[in-house]
């Protein structure tokens, strides 16, 4: 009788494979050009909002930023960069920096062009408040009963 084999399901997360912050670097080195640039800084303004802050790379190469669930995923495409906030339609915007993916229940984008300026302050405002959000989500949730 052959035994059954499960398939491993493999994270960027594996010992044997490069950290999600490893490859979200190697991203923005591989861009070289003003999208690199653009990830490059609303990385770091992302990790200025949110010092506990977890990188996560998914769906084959989608820089992700996650505390108590997604907060925003970082996007390059031809003509954009694009910050989708998780739950953006939740979250007040009161610098109108959602500019993109305005119709849906949930999410909410900005896309930002070659040349244009970041709002730092509103960003990392917008930042702290999608986090303050899945905290508060986070801690509805009933604990889990032992067996």
Request: charged content about 35%.
């Amino acid at each position: 009788m052959k035994k059954a084999v499960t398939a491993k399901k493999t994270t960027a997360k594996d010992a044997n494979g490069p950290s999600p912050a490893k490859l979200i670097d190697g991203r923005i080195k591989e861009l070289g050009d003003w999208r690199g640039e653009m990830l490059a800084r609303i990385r770091g303004l992302i990790r200025e909002a949110d010092p506990e802050i977890v990188e996560e790379w998914k769906w084959r190469g989608v820089p992700v930023w996650e505390h108590d669930g997604i907060i925003c995923t970082g996007e390059t495409y031809k003509a954009v960069v694009k910050l989708t906030f998780a739950k953006g339609a939740a979250l007040a915007d009161p610098a109108a920096l959602f500019n993109s993916s305005l119709d849906g229940n949930l999410r909410r984008a900005i896309d930002i062009r070659e040349g244009e300026k970041i709002n730092e302050k509103a960003l990392k405002a917008l930042i702290r408040a999608a986090v303050d959000l899945n905290a508060s989500k986070a801690k509805k949730k009933p604990a889990k009963r032992s067996a």
